[in-house]
């Protein structure tokens, strides 16, 4: 029987292809925000472990911990997944067959990731797909459009096993790019610009409009600060720039004139489509 004891989160792709130094400083970050939406949760005994550009999570209930996860951005999926100590090949496949049974019933793929140097991700596959078959009736293996995929990660000393994808909420961790000022005049504007900011990585404060449902959903908090401060924060060099929710050049340019810098409107040519739709 299959049991899900860990959380499986996958780090986003623009993060792993960064240099080494790049790469660290960005995982860092996602994993202090990760801490953050825990503690806001009450998970902040989750154990939380960073391996092969992955975090493994280890909870005593891991559907609200996914479930906390999918509203961190930087996480590009999330899996529930079974962890178990690897003691042979034979004993994977046995294991395979019996988390399978019940979830496998007709068509099904088995898709493999090895991290043990001797052992191919191919062979793999191979060998549980033929289990699968031998033991489960009314199975047969379909590549392109199975009906229920068992997925498998193997390492030195351990394996895992999952069924299902959790989309996450991918993008970049907010704070890893930078600051920014949200210009707000429309709320449903502004909130759509923020989520979109905060997923290209930044930290953002806003002159206007309190943004609290970004609060409740994404657990970050912007900071509502006076025109004043804003310029001041700029002319500080703690602010790479401004953006404003206008969806005209005129009210734009309206902006622009009263913080004396340029403002970034992309909602002029962009629609954006965000969860506060």
């Known amino acids: 029987m299959f049991e899900p004891n860990c959380v499986i989160a996958v780090i986003t792709p623009e993060a792993t292809l960064k240099s080494p130094k790049v790469k660290a400083r960005i995982i860092s970050i996602l994993r202090d925000n990760i801490r953050v939406a825990f503690k806001r949760n009450n998970l902040a005994d989750n154990k939380v472990v960073e391996r092969a550009s992955r975090f493994f999570i280890y909870s005593e209930n891991v559907k609200k911990t996914a479930f906390v996860l999918e509203n961190v951005f930087g996480i590009h999926s999330l899996f529930l997944a079974e962890e178990k100590k690897f003691i042979s090949l034979e004993e994977l496949a046995k294991e395979a067959v019996q988390a399978s049974n019940g ?64 989309k996450g909420a991918r993008g970049l961790p907010y704070s890893s790019q930078g600051k920014v000022c949200l210009m707000c005049s ?75 810098v340029k403002a970034f409107a992309p909602l002029i040519c962009v629609e954006l489509k965000t969860p506060f739709d």
Request: hydrophobic fraction near 35%.
């Open 103 to 166: 979830i496998i019933k007709s068509t099904f793929a088995v898709r493999a990731k090895s991290f043990m140097a001797k052992t191919r991700s191919k062979e793999i596959e191979i060998l549980l797909g033929s289990k699968i078959l031998e033991n489960i009736d009314g199975t047969k293996v379909n590549l392109s459009k199975p009906n229920n995929q068992l997925n498998v990660l193997l390492f030195e000393d351990k394996y895992y096993f999952w069924f299902e994808e959790i």
């Open 186 to 260: 429309d709320k449903k504007n502004s909130l759509r610009l923020g989520y979109a900011l905060l997923k290209s990585g930044c930290s953002i404060c806003v002159v206007g409009e309190e943004l609290d449902e970004i609060n409740k959903k994404f657990y970050y908090s912007p900071e509502k600060i006076s025109i004043e401060k804003a310029k001041q924060l700029f002319s500080d060099g703690k602010l790479l720039g401004f953006f404003s929710d206008a969806k005209t050049v005129k009210d734009a340019n309206k902006f622009s004139k009263e913080m004396g």
